[in-house]
C-alpha cells in the first residue's frame, strides 16, 4: 500500500468512487461486480479492502496445478476467511480509536484543575484556623490558653506542610511536558 496516496485518500474509503478510483476500474465494477463478490461494506479503511482485493487475484500459471484453487467452495471459504481477518481487524482498530478518543474526553484542562484545588485547599486553610478557637471553646478557661496556642502551632505546622505540597506540584506544572 502506498502511504503517499493513502494520506491524500484518507484511511477511509466512503464512496464507490474513491474504490474505483484506487484501484484502477469502473464505479460500476464496483458497486456491481465487487458488492456481489463479498466487498467489505462502505465506510471501510483501505487495508480492509486491500487485503478482500488480494483474494480476487487471478491464479498464476504455478497455481493451476493446485486443484485446490479451482474448487469454488474452497475459494469462497478462503475468501470468506480473508474478510473475516480484515474485518476482525478493523474492529480491534475501531475499539481502539474509541479508546483514545475517551482518553482524550476524560482530561479535565489545567484551569480547571488549578480552580478546583485553589478552592479547595483556601477553604481548607480557613477550617484549619478557625479549628483552635472552636475546640478551646469546648474546654474550661484555666486550659482554653495553652490549647489554643498548641492547636495553632499544630495547624501551622499542617499549613507549611501543604504549602510545600502546592510548591512542588507548581514546580511540576511549569517543568511538565
Known amino acids: 500500500m502506498d502511504?503517499?496516496?493513502?494520506?491524500a485518500e484518507g484511511e477511509v474509503a466512503t464512496?464507490?468512487?474513491q474504490v474505483a478510483a484506487r484501484y484502477g476500474v469502473s464505479r460500476d465494477v464496483v458497486r456491481r461486480d465487487w458488492r456481489a463478490a463479498g466487498m467489505p461494506a462502505l465506510p471501510c479503511r483501505w487495508e480492509v479492502l486491500d487485503a478482500w482485493r488480494a483474494t480476487l487475484k487471478k491464479p498464476t500459471a504455478s497455481d493451476a496445478e493446485d486443484p485446490l484453487l479451482h474448487d469454488a467452495e474452497v475459494l469462497q471459504a478462503r475468501r470468506a476467511k480473508i474478510v473475516a481477518d480484515a474485518?476482525?481487524?478493523?474492529g480491534q482498530a475501531t475499539v481502539a480509536q474509541h479508546r483514545a478518543r475517551r482518553l482524550?474526553?476524560?482530561?479535565?484542562?489545567m484551569a480547571t484543575v488549578e480552580q478546583f484545588?485553589?478552592?479547595?485547599?483556601?477553604?481548607?486553610?480557613?477550617q484549619l484556623q478557625r479549628l483552635p478557637e472552636?475546640?478551646?471553646?469546648?474546654?474550661?478557661?484555666?486550659?482554653?490558653?495553652n490549647l489554643r496556642?498548641?492547636?495553632?502551632?499544630?495547624?501551622?505546622?499542617?499549613l507549611a506542610a501543604?504549602?510545600?505540597?502546592?510548591?512542588?506540584?507548581?514546580?511540576?506544572?511549569?517543568?511538565?511536558p
Do not use: M
Request: charged share 30%; glycine share 6%.
Open 149 to 158: 496556642d498548641d492547636l495553632r502551632q499544630r495547624v501551622e505546622l499542617i
Open 134 to 145: 472552636e475546640v478551646a471553646a469546648a474546654y474550661p478557661d484555666a486550659w482554653r490558653e
Open 104 to 109: 482524550a474526553t476524560d482530561l479535565v484542562s
Open 117 to 126: 484545588l485553589t478552592g479547595f485547599f483556601t477553604e481548607t486553610r480557613v
Open 87 to 90: 474485518r476482525f481487524k478493523e
Open 15 to 17: 464512496t464507490w468512487g
Open 162 to 176: 501543604i504549602h510545600g505540597h502546592v510548591l512542588a506540584a507548581t514546580d511540576l506544572r511549569e517543568s511538565g
Open 3 to 7: 502511504s503517499t496516496r493513502d494520506a
